[in-house]
Structures are given as structure tokens and as C-alpha cells.
């Protein structure tokens, strides 16, 4: 039997990508493309790791915000699962410049820019080295890219889900930019973190790992490194866990 490689799923944020701004910051993107490449076309073979990544799209739209600006909830999830596509053209991009083979798979159809979700066929990208990027969420409103998440490692069989945040270095007892009294934590349980209401990913993102046995380690973007670190397997943040 040959070894399997780790494989990962790593949640990036539209916000990260936006740099605090609407639309993409190229430099930031660069960055978080060289930290992916770093990890998937390492020199020793053996060091390598198979990365599939869910792009949120929070630089461009939310629907639900949307919503409670007056418009239709399902329109509204749709400009956001387009706003997904944009973020993972441009990671396509920098991917490609840092030496990393890629595929962009959509759940909305739209094969000119990208190919459809084909789970089998995603695997097989992993297994040949290509980063993996899935865009457009679920292409279902009401859902958020938390939770596509969830869904696409425990479909594609990785080994963990990665979720990168910036300004927040892991799982915390409250939020740490409001509660100067919150504290990170270095392991919980979902059962504990759903019980506590800890809004790290949403509930049904939480649920569908617990459910499903999936680990999620949560950790900060920052410094630089921690996103090539993560990947290949280092604890950072905090591991949440079944
Ligand atoms: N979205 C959706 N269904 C999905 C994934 C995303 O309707 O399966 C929409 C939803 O409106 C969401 C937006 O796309 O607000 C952007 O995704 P998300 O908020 O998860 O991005 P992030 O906060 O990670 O940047």
C-alpha cells in the first residue's frame, strides 16, 4: 500500500482577501497563493500536501445583509456566491504565478471561467498535485462558505479542516476584540463550542463536522508562514474536535 498524502481543506475569508476593503488586494492574495504553493510543490516529495480550498466572499456581497437592505434573500446568496468566483479566480492566479498547478471548480455553471464541482475529479487534481479551488459555495442560498466547507472535505476525504482567520489567532471565550477579558483556547469540543455560542464558524458548518467526526483547527493568518505551517500540519490556533 503507498503512503496517502495529507490533504487538507483550507477555509480562506472573502474578508481577508479584501484586505479590510471591497474587491481584492493583490498583494494579500499574492502572499496567502505563495504560503499554499510553498506547502504544495515542496521540493522533497514526501513533505507535499494535497490543499483544496473554499473562498468565502465577504469582500463583495452578503446576502443576508443584502436582505435587510430590502433585497430578495436568494438573489442576494446568488451576488454572493458570484463574489466567491471573483476571490477564486484571483487565488487562481497567484497560484499559477507561484508555481502551483490549479483548477477552479464552480457549483454555479459557468464552464468558460471554471470547470463544474465533480467531486471524483477534484480527487484526482489532489492526487496529481494541482491545487483545488472550489467557488460559489454550495450554489444554494441560505448557505454560507462555512459550511461548503464542512461538506467539500468530508466529500473529498481530507484529513482536517483549516480554517485561516486574520486579527484573531484561534477560538477564543469571547470575542477578544470586544472582551479584553477572553482567553483562547487550545482544544474544545463542538458539542462545547456550540454550547458556549462561540461564533467562530457558523452552527451548521459546526454541526457537520461533529456529526461527521471532521477536526477543524482554527488558527491566525498572522505572521507570515502560518498559512504554509497549518497546511502541512502544525498546530497554531485551536483544535475543535468531535
Ligand atoms: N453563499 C450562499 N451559499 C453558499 C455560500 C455562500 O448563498 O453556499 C452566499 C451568502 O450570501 C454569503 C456570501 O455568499 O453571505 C459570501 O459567502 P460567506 O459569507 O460565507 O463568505 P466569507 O464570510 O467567508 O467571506
Do not use: W
Request: with cysteine; proline share 4%; hydrophobic share 45%.
Amino acid at each position: 500500500m503507498t503512503d496517502r498524502r495529507r490533504r487538507v481543506l483550507l477555509k480562506l475569508s472573502g474578508e481577508a482577501f479584501g484586505g479590510g476593503s471591497l474587491g481584492v488586494n493583490p498583494d494579500v492574495v499574492s502572499a496567502i497563493a505563495k504560503e499554499i504553493a510553498a506547502a504544495t510543490t515542496d521540493p522533497d516529495e514526501s513533505q507535499r500536501v494535497e490543499v483544496a480550498v473554499v473562498v468565502g466572499g465577504g469582500n463583495f456581497f452578503r446576502g443576508a445583509e443584502l436582505s435587510q437592505r430590502g433585497m430578495d434573500r436568494g438573489r442576494a446568496d446568488y451576488m454572493g456566491m458570484l463574489g466567491t468566483v471573483m476571490n477564486a479566480l484571483a487565488l487562481q492566479d497567484f497560484l499559477e504565478q507561484a508555481g502551483a498547478a490549479t483548477r477552479v471548480q464552480s457549483a454555479i455553471q459557468m464552464t468558460q471561467v471554471a470547470e463544474p464541482y465533480i467531486p471524483l475529479r477534484a480527487e484526482r487534481h489532489l492526487e496529481k498535485g494541482r491545487v483545488v479551488i472550489f467557488g460559489a459555495g454550495a450554489g444554494l442560498p441560505y448557505f454560507s462558505t462555512d459550511t461548503v466547507s464542512a461538506q467539500r472535505a468530508l466529500e473529498i476525504g481530507a484529513d482536517e479542516v483549516l480554517v485561516a482567520k486574520n486579527g484573531v489567532d484561534g477560538v477564543y471565550t469571547a470575542d477578544p476584540r470586544v472582551d479584553p477579558t477572553a482567553t483562547k483556547i487550545d482544544a474544545i469540543s463542538y458539542q462545547e463550542a456550540l454550547q458556549q455560542g462561540l461564533k467562530v464558524v457558523d452552527s451548521t458548518a459546526f454541526s457537520l463536522c461533529m456529526d461527521n467526526r471532521m477536526p477543524m483547527h482554527v488558527f491566525g493568518m498572522e505572521p507570515a508562514g502560518n498559512v504554509t505551517a497549518a497546511v502541512r500540519g502544525e498546530r497554531l490556533g485551536t483544535l475543535v474536535t468531535a
